[in-house]
């Protein structure tokens, strides 16, 4: 079964947000670029993949409009639904799960 697991995160910016993820996952995180998402970090494990999202993109939508108030999304898609990613705090802000 694969998982579509969606985080948020307030207050924190893009790059600190997506190493500090890297690190708690034990993957290198990659800086990226798109049309559709702008800037934005990618990492793969053995069974799963990351992307680190800023949000709005860059016509200046949300990515996920029903939570709109994160400034940075998660996407986690894998063979678990990475619980260890919930709940963690970085700079004092906390991890949201947002579905899975």
Do not use: K, W
Not at 20 to 36: F, K
């Amino acid at each position: 079964m694969i998982y579509h697991n969606v985080f948020g995160l307030r207050d924190v910016p893009l790059e600190r947000c997506a190493s500090e993820i890297g690190d708690l996952l034990g993957i290198e995180m990659a800086l990226r670029e798109s049309d559709y998402l702008g800037e934005y970090f990618l990492g793969e494990g053995s069974d799963f993949e990351v992307q680190v999202v800023g949000q709005p993109d860059p016509e200046g939508e949300p990515l996920e409009s029903e939570h709109s108030n994160y400034e940075v999304i998660i996407y986690v898609d894998g063979s678990s639904r990475f619980d260890s990613v919930e709940g963690r705090l970085i700079d004092g802000s906390s991890i949201t799960r947002l579905s899975a």
